[in-house]
Nanobody, 114 residues
Framework: QVQFVESGGGLVQPGGTLRLACVAS????????MGWYRQAPGKQRELVAG???????NYADSVKGRFTISRDNTKNTVYLQMNSLKPEDTAVYYC????????WGQGTQVTVSS
């Protein structure tokens, strides 16, 4: 069973930056493609960025060019660098497998507001 602990969220002004981190327990991490998801109030959870075991990345159109996902398999950690943040990026951010495991972490709140 893999568990996730997300961190790095906060309150930031439009145009600002944040770097999220997610530490996964268990050795299975390095065998799976990983993703960052977000859920805004009243909306469904959506996948915003993914990264394969080999490091190939993909992004939702809404964040392409602004967000960068990366991973460090030696630390069982996946990162999300978020630049040029917009108010519509406000959400709780979670990490999980690209094919999600059953358990989700508590997420980290990102609020973009002036």
């Amino acid at each position: 069973q893999v568990q996730f602990v997300e961190s790095g969220g906060g309150l930031v002004q439009p145009g600002g930056t944040l770097r999220l981190a997610c530490v996964a327990s268990g050795s299975a991490f390095r065998l799976h493609s990983m993703g960052w998801y977000r859920q805004a109030p009243g909306k469904q959870r959506e996948l915003v960025a993914g990264i394969t075991v080999g490091g190939t990345t993909n992004y939702a159109d809404s964040v392409k060019g602004r967000f960068t996902i990366s991973r460090d398999n030696t630390k069982n950690t996946v990162y999300l660098q978020m630049n040029s943040l917009k108010p519509e990026d406000t959400a709780v951010y979670y990490c999980n497998g690209k094919i999600p495991f059953d358990s989700w972490g508590q997420g980290t709140q990102v609020t973009v507001s002036s």
